[in-house]
């Protein structure tokens, strides 16, 4: 039995038992800490020494002492290690968020002045529950409520990790404020996101640098063409302000605008918050609906051209084949950087001397030569009637219907000469231009030829070391050769458009989940032609065949009338005069001196062949493999032809 008021602990079967002389105190698993630093706390708070609870619990006396602080401070909870991460708001913002869902923020507003996603204020206050509602207000109260309207209360200060934000005050617009004043601060008009005059935190103050942009060149006056459905709190403005400040904020696709905190995003634009992604997208939809993108892409060039000249009348097109990976029937097309064909999308865009889009086209991938026609009417449109236009590309538009186009567009052209470097007949002389206030001179050849299917154009072919090395044809007759290998040198500034579009501005991304399967137009080889062309394929190769096996006297066909008809070519010889036939018909022989010598050896038969299968009267003969041993057989040599 235990002596009277001695403390022991003692562990058996996985339970740890406390006992205080002969009663049980404390019955635990052995693997519950947190009933284990309780039990210890009680027992310090009931009188026993701390040392002797460390020493019973195998515990130092200091971790004993920080418990009974703990408990303190937190209560139990402080007893028990928590797992996992800490939560990102205690109890005292979680009542904030409490309240301002009863002031009817929105789940998004606070979780953007909190840093936090919104599905974890959705948590708290489902966690939370409602708030406590006031109770009514009497007649009495009332009444003397109704004359402090206009009165505004401030709001909370939030203090999140060390960052004190101050949250606009909500205005509340009565009557008495004149027709189109706005208040100090806050909102402009009920039921508007508009802000008037206050000071804001905003982290993303350096997109402001475009607001002297957009003035100048008039967006505000083209965004006014743009017109969606009806709006409560976004007008179209405010949407399209927030499209053009979020892709300079580097977000590259719509979705990319959920990054973004609101209100200080917002303020870029003259708004309390930016629309949510969900409200954002839909606006963006319909007025993407009911407009035309190109035409509104068109006004911001013209703007952007008559405001900021480029100062060179040369511009580049190039096609952009972005890549489809889904499951729905499209066109394909060949993939520069992977080098096979993928079904995908080809972008035809037109940028000026300095790199800035002009115009853009997209369709079915279908080469340079056949999307160029209608980017050249877009830029014609953006600059004029008159403007002059030296229009640059690469070899897969270097194609006479290509050329053509650019000539009925009134535009002058030129690109790379294709296929092997052909030979020239002019002189060699030099040429120079001026490029960043340095004189860069050319040697090369400057010539004109004819192109079939276009007329005559300005061929220049560049020498280095003595030898050509690069052919370009041109239709402007009035630049220097150098001037116009310099600007073709630079095209690979819509190079670099691509390259930073891509990194920056989405143009491979997705720009919406909805397609329309239409039928397909466009001309495809006839398959009907393409099978009687195999057929006389396959039965032009099976004559070859069998002409080959009958041997070189069946490959030809004569006819006995017209051989007839055929004139001799020449005399026939006179046997006569020659000198063995002389000697023949006297009757000797050649002269055994005058014979040439033959090397021992067996004699091939003179006599008439044996008698064998005869060949048929028409069609081509039997074939016969003929085979003769060459081992032991000395090489005959045929007797000289006198001279």
């Known amino acids: 039995m235990p002596e009277p008021g001695v403390l022991r602990r003692m562990v058996e079967a996985g339970q740890c038992v406390v006992v205080f002389g002969r009663a049980v105190v404390y019955r635990y698993d052995v693997a519950d800490l947190g009933m284990r630093n309780l039990a210890i706390v009680a027992l310090t708070d009931a009188g026993r020494r701390v040392d002797e609870v460390a020493a019973v619990f195998g515990l130092t006396a200091t971790y004993v002492s920080i418990l009974r602080g703990r408990a303190g401070r937190q209560g139990s909870a402080g007893l028990v290690k928590r797992r996992g ?6 109890a005292r913002k979680k009542a904030q968020v409490q309240r301002w869902s009863a002031q ?105 640098l475009l607001h002297a942009y957009l003035d100048r060149i008039g967006a505000e006056q083209v965004f006014a063409t743009v017109t969606g459905g009806p709006a409560r709190r976004y007008d179209d403005l405010a949407v399209l302000s927030t499209a053009t400040l979020g892709f300079a904020l580097g977000i590259d696709t719509v979705e990319g605008a959920k990054h973004l905190r609101r209100s200080e995003a917002g303020v ?68 520069t950087k992977r080098r096979l064909a993928e079904p995908g999308r080809a972008d035809t865009v037109v940028c000026d001397s300095r790199g800035r889009a002009v115009a853009f086209a997209s369709g079915e991938p279908s080469g340079l030569t056949r999307t160029m026609g209608a980017v050249l009417a877009q830029l014609r449109e953006v600059t004029g009637p008159d403007a002059p236009i030296l229009l640059g590309f690469d070899r897969g538009g270097s194609y006479p219907s290509a050329f053509t186009a650019c000539r009925e567009a009134g535009m002058d052209w030129v690109t790379y000469r294709r296929g092997a470097l052909v030979a020239t007949r002019a002189p060699v002389r030099r040429s120079w231009t001026v490029r960043d206030g340095r004189r860069v001179c050319l040697t090369l050849i400057d010539e004109s030829i004819e192109i079939a299917g276009y007329g005559t154009a300005r061929q220049l072919t560049l020498i280095e070391a003595g030898l050509p090395v690069l052919q370009v044809l041109t239709s402007d007759t009035r630049a220097s050769g150098a001037a116009l290998l310099c600007w073709l040198r630079a095209r690979w500034r819509i190079e670099n458009l691509f390259k ?62 017209a051989d007839e008809r055929r004139a001799p070519r020449h005399p026939p010889d006179d046997r006569s005069s020659h000198p063995r036939a002389r000697a023949g018909q006297a009757g000797t022989g050649p002269d055994p001196s005058q014979a040439p010598r033959e090397r021992a050896g067996p004699r091939r038969e003179t006599g008439p062949p044996a008698a064998g299968t005869p060949r048929p009267a028409d069609g081509p003969a039997a074939p016969c493999v003929q085979r003769r041993g060459l081992a032991r057989r000395a090489p005959q040599q045929l007797p000289h032809r006198p001279r």
Request: glycine share 8%; hydrophobic share 40%; proline share 9%.
């Open 104 to 208: 009817g923020r929105s789940q998004q507003w606070i979780a953007d002045q909190f840093g936090v996603a919104r599905s974890l204020i959705g948590r708290v206050l489902a966690e939370l529950g409602p708030a406590p509602v006031q109770p009514p207000l009497s007649p009495e109260e009332a009444g003397s409520s109704t004359a402090e309207q206009t009165t505004v209360e401030p709001t909370d200060v939030v203090v999140v990790e060390g960052d004190v934000e101050q949250v606009p005050p909500v205005v509340e617009v009565t009557d008495e404020l004149a027709e189109g004043e706005l208040p100090a601060s806050g909102l402009g008009a009920r039921g508007s996101a508009r802000i008037g005059l206050g000071a804001y935190r905003c982290r993303y103050a350096g997109a402001m």
């Open 85 to 90: 991460r800490p939560d990102k708001l205690d």
């Open 268 to 335: 870029t634009v003259g708004l309390s918050m930016i629309p949510e992604l969900r409200t954002f997208r839909t606006r963006l939809g319909a007025l993407a609906d009911d407009s035309d993108p190109l035409a509104l892409q068109r006004a911001f060039a013209r703007q952007m051209l008559a405001f900021d000249p480029p100062g060179s009348p040369v511009y580049y097109v190039d096609d952009h084949f972005v890549a489809y990976s889904g499951a729905r029937p499209v066109a394909k097309g060949y993939n």
């Open 500 to 561: 930073y579009a891509s990194d920056h501005n989405g143009i491979n991304a997705l720009a919406d989940y909805v397609m329309t399967i239409a039928p397909n137009t466009a001309l495809v080889p006839n398959p009907a032609r393409r099978a009687a062309r195999a057929v006389v394929t396959q039965a032009e190769q099976d004559l070859h065949d069998r002409a080959t096996v009958a041997g070189p006297d069946a490959r030809r066909t004569r006819d006995p009338q």
